[in-house]
């Protein structure tokens, strides 16, 4: 393992102890842990360049290993949250479970990890957002380089907090992704925001031509364009010939490119595929 912090973590760490946000190994060797009575893990998405060799990164996602909780989302379990410190708790344990699951692996080398930062968690976490996050990439001497967080879309009226929270997490030493609704809200905050990844829902998108002003947008911005939940054969065809009138490339993830793993190689074999 070429992370020496990580590795002595990963031996120390004990069986299930049961308490909310403990971390454990399973059988398999990939970390879990507990919140509300849910144990939970992490699956990995693809992030593919259209026509690249490989995934450029990939999602973390929070999974349910029980049977009941299959499919389970970050998004549900904070849905359910009782307190913003409790969602900051869970944001903290999935974030921590996405780092260890995917540095162990060594296919992780060279590639960005993208952790999402849900909407609660804007105003509910303290001023400053990514020290804390820092401070556990350090102790565990993982690269904070490689990963990418995404922020939520918010209102304009929100803006403001967009701005102060993307301003600390740069701060810290993080890259950011946005995520937005359009086409004209991307060109609202890419000037404000400077993120290094703009991603938009496939739905969103209705015409090729949309797509080539999202693309030229992004490329004068210095920003890469995430398209997910891309899982329409028709959608990624307009992505592909919008790409190649542009020469700007783009990048894609769903179900018409690959589905989420918890082994990254398990996403180099369904591409070879």
């Known amino acids: 393992m070429p992370f020496p912090a990580l590795d002595d973590y990963l031996q120390r760490l004990s069986a299930p102890a049961g308490a909310p946000g403990s971390i454990w190994l399973n059988a398999d060797g990939q970390a879990e842990g507990s919140f509300f009575s849910c144990v939970l893990s992490s699956a990995f998405e693809p992030i593919r360049t259209l026509g690249g060799a490989g995934p450029a990164g990939f999602e973390g996602l929070a999974r349910g290993v029980a049977a009941a909780d299959a499919g389970l989302s970050l998004w549900r379990l904070l849905d359910h949250a009782a307190s ?39 105003s509910a976490v303290s001023s400053n957002h990514g020290y804390a996050f820092r401070r556990i990439l350090a102790a565990l001497g993982l690269p904070r380089e490689q990963i990418v967080l995404q922020l939520p879309p918010v209102s304009t009226a929100r803006r403001w907090l ?9 701060r810290n030493g993080f890259r950011l992704a ?37 693309l030229r947008l992004t490329q004068a911005g210095a920003a890469r364009l ?10 990624l065809a307009m992505l592909e010939q919008a790409s190649a009138n542009t020469g700007v490339p783009v990048s894609v993830q769903g179900g018409q490119v690959d589905a989420a793993h918890a082994a990254l190689a398990g996403s180099t074999a369904s591409a070879a595929r």
């Open 84 to 122: 913003d410190d409790e969602s900051v708790e869970l944001d903290r344990l999935c974030r921590m479970l996405h780092a260890i699951n995917f540095f162990r692996q060594a296919e992780a080398a060279g590639a960005d990890l993208y952790l999402s930062v849900h909407d609660r968690l804007l």
């Open 162 to 170: 967009l701005n102060y929270v993307a301003d600390n997490y740069r």
């Open 178 to 214: 946005l995520n937005v609704g359009t086409v004209g809200e991307a060109a609202d905050v890419l000037g404000q925001v400077r993120p290094a990844a703009i991603k938009i829902d496939a739905r969103a998108l209705h015409d090729g031509e949309e797509v080539e002003s999202l």
């Open 226 to 235: 995430i398209v997910k939940r891309v899982d329409s054969p028709a959608s």
